[in-house]
């Protein structure tokens, strides 16, 4: 997996918590991971194909996502309801499209599927064919995994 595909993703979800957050985000460090991996109960899931196949999923704890969504709603949500699935699909678009941007600008062609949201315990992702590459983001609210499996199509 080629470090260009992963730095816009990255730099995006930086830029992006920091400014609907309002706080200082800290990068965790990276990790790779080749085999099927658990979920951590919400995960908004943005496919990509093109010059560039694959996936990219932003991932949190059920309390992570209540707090992120009451942060950038100003109001305290208990329940994981539709503003809330909303709020967290809209970070999702936004992260998706500044890097969708940046990677454009570099000369690369593809297309992306709407976020989709998956909650619930125990899930996992299985990407037999990708690595995936772990960005964990640290903030205030919690952890959110920026998991980035993406390739150039052959």
Known sequence: MRVEYINPFVEA??????????????????YLKSTSMPVMGVAAFVGLAGDVEGRVLFDMSMDTALKVAS????????????LVKATITEVANMITGQAVTKLHD?????DLTP?????GEKMEISDHEVEAL??????EQGKIEVNVAVR???
């Open 13 to 30: 979800a930086y830029n992006i918590l920091s400014e609907v957050l309002a706080e200082d985000v800290k990068r965790g460090d990276l």
């Open 106 to 110: 570099l000369g690369f062609k593809f």
């Open 134 to 139: 772990i960005v964990p983001m640290l903030t």
């Open 115 to 119: 976020p989709s949201l998956f909650t």
């Open 71 to 82: 942060k950038m709603n100003m109001e305290e949500l208990t329940e994981f309801d539709e």
């Open 152 to 154: 150039e199509r052959v």
